[in-house]
T-cell receptor, first 111, second 113 residues
Framework: AQKITQTQPGMFVQEKEAVTLDCTYDTSDQSYGLFWYKQPSSGEMIFLIYQGSYDEQNATEGRYSLNFQKARKSANLVISASQLGDSAMYFCAMSWNDMRFGAGTRLTVKP | KAGVTQTPRYLIKTRGQQVTLSCSPISGHRSVSWYQQTPGQGLQFLFEYFSETQRNKGNFPGRFSGRQFSNSRSEMNVSTLELGDSALYLC????????????FGPGTRLTVL
C-alpha cells in the first residue's frame, strides 16, 4: 500500500534562508506522481510543485524545488529565500489511484 | 479561470442530521475528489468522481456518499451525523482521472454538536 511519511512535525527558518522539508514514500508501483501542497491558516490547499516518477530532472517552480531521489524514495521540498508568508502547513502527497497525503510539516518563518 | 468553489463554507449541525456539501470544479475539469481533514486523522480520501461515475472510494462508512452531475459539479452527503464527522471537507478538481494535479477549493468546515 502507498504510504507517505513526513517526519518533521514542525520546522523553523529565518527569513531569507533556505529550508528543506522531508518526505519519504513507499510504493511498489513504477508510475506515480509526487506533489507538495501548502495550507495556510485559512484552510485552502495550494498546489506548489509536481514530480513524475519518470521525470529525470528535479522539478522547480520559482522558489520551490523538489529534490527527488527515486532509489531512496524521497521527495524533499526545498524553499529558497524564505518569506514570512511561507509560514503554513506543508503536505507531501503521492498520486496513484487516489491521492495520499503525509501528516504535514508546520513551517514557521522568523523575521 | 475561476478556481474550485465550495458551498457552504461553514455549517453547524446536530447529531443524527444529514448534510449536503457542494463543489464546483474548475471549468473543463472532469474529475472531482473529496477529502476529510481532521486534527487527529489528517487528510483522508473520501471518493473520486469522473464523468458522473464514482471511480475510487476511500475507507469511510456508507453514511458518506456523493454524486457528480453532467456539468461536473459534485455533491457529497453525510447522513446520520456523528460528533466525529466534525471536520474540514475539501474538494479538489483535476482534468484527468487518477494521477493528475488536483486543485483544491477553500473547504467546508462542518461542526456537529
Amino acid at each position: 500500500a502507498q504510504k507517505i511519511t513526513q517526519t518533521q512535525p514542525g520546522m523553523f527558518v529565518q527569513e531569507k534562508e533556505a529550508v528543506t522539508l522531508d518526505c519519504t514514500y513507499d510504493t511498489s508501483d513504477q508510475s506515480y506522481g509526487l506533489f507538495w501542497y501548502k495550507q495556510p491558516s485559512s484552510g485552502e490547499m495550494i498546489f506548489l510543485i509536481y514530480q513524475g516518477s519518470y521525470d529525470e530532472q528535479n522539478a522547480t517552480e520559482g522558489r520551490y524545488s523538489l529534490n527527488f531521489q527515486k532509489a531512496r524514495k524521497s521527495a524533499n521540498l526545498v524553499i529558497s529565500a524564505s518569506q514570512l508568508g511561507d509560514s503554513a502547513m506543508y503536505f507531501c502527497a503521492m498520486s496513484w489511484n487516489d491521492m495520499r497525503f503525509g501528516a504535514g510539516t508546520r513551517l514557521t518563518v522568523k523575521p | 479561470k475561476a478556481g474550485v468553489t465550495q458551498t457552504p463554507r461553514y455549517l453547524i449541525k446536530t447529531r443524527g442530521q444529514q448534510v449536503t456539501l457542494s463543489c464546483s470544479p474548475i471549468s473543463g475539469h472532469r474529475s472531482v475528489s473529496w477529502y476529510q481533514q481532521t486534527p487527529g486523522q489528517g487528510l483522508q480520501f473520501l471518493f473520486e468522481y469522473f464523468s458522473e461515475t464514482q471511480r475510487n472510494k476511500g475507507n469511510f462508512p456508507g453514511r458518506f456518499s456523493g454524486r457528480q452531475f453532467s456539468n461536473s459539479r459534485s455533491e457529497m452527503n453525510v447522513s446520520t451525523l456523528e460528533l466525529g464527522d466534525s471536520a474540514l471537507y475539501l474538494c479538489a478538481s483535476s482534468f484527468r482521472q487518477g494521477p493528475d494535479t488536483q486543485y483544491f477549493g477553500p473547504g467546508t468546515r462542518l461542526t456537529v454538536l
